[in-house]
């Protein structure tokens, strides 16, 4: 084929399955076919929506024969609210069945939530019983309070050794302070005397 001969063909042809609706107009046969579907589904829903009235009526909530008959969207209403009124009156009651169900239920317990944090006022005052990290914690604070009055006493072998310690560094320190004030006295002497010496070769 030659450059630039090639036209792009737009459309289609007319298509041979087409069938004359109602109004004469021609449709594919697929639309129809869809239609009738869709008639065939309202006409379903009619007719539960009639059995589900006429078990009402056997209930013993058949209306009056003179009350007009309903349209569909009023009857579709009217059975909303129906269901709404009921739901409203099944409602406390429910929670607390929930509530209990959820109580029960193992599955549906959570596993993080503490049962501890649901105290009323008068669990408060009440003495509980306190948990192992608490217990632990409060265990190793009377032992460090013990300890620290025992060591103020000097009853601990740490308190023992720091006394010791202490008597020895007291003893060395008045050693040498007894020998620092002897040399002083010593020295002070020997500068006495070395002063009379003088005084007494210039008398001469």
């Known amino acids: 084929m030659a450059r630039g001969t090639f036209k792009q063909r737009r459309g289609g042809g007319r298509s041979k399955n087409l069938v004359l609706d109602e109004n004469g107009t021609a449709v594919s046969k ?29 209930d013993g909530t058949a209306p009056n024969a003179s009350q007009p008959e309903l349209t569909r969207a009023e009857r579709r209403e009217l059975k909303k609210q129906k269901a709404q009124a009921a739901q409203a009156k099944k409602q406390p009651n429910g929670d607390a069945e929930d509530e209990e169900k959820e109580g029960n239920d193992p599955v549906l317990v959570n596993p993080n939530r503490s049962a501890a944090k649901h105290r009323n006022l008068s669990d408060l005052s009440a003495p509980r019983e306190l948990s192992r990290r608490e217990r632990e914690e409060k265990e190793k604070k009377d032992a460090k309070e013990r300890y620290w009055k025992l060591h103020a006493a000097g009853k601990t072998d740490e308190a023992k050794a720091d006394l010791a310690r202490l008597a020895k560094i007291r003893a060395e320190r008045e050693a040498a302070q007894a020998k620092r004030k002897a040399e002083a006295e010593a020295k002070a002497a020997e500068i006495q005397q070395k002063r009379k010496e003088q005084m007494a070769k210039k008398r001469v």
Do not use: P
């Open 30 to 58: 697929d639309k129809l076919a869809a239609r009738d579907r869709d008639e065939d589904d309202d006409d379903d829903d009619e007719e539960e929506e009639e059995e589900e009235s006429e078990d009402e009526d056997e």
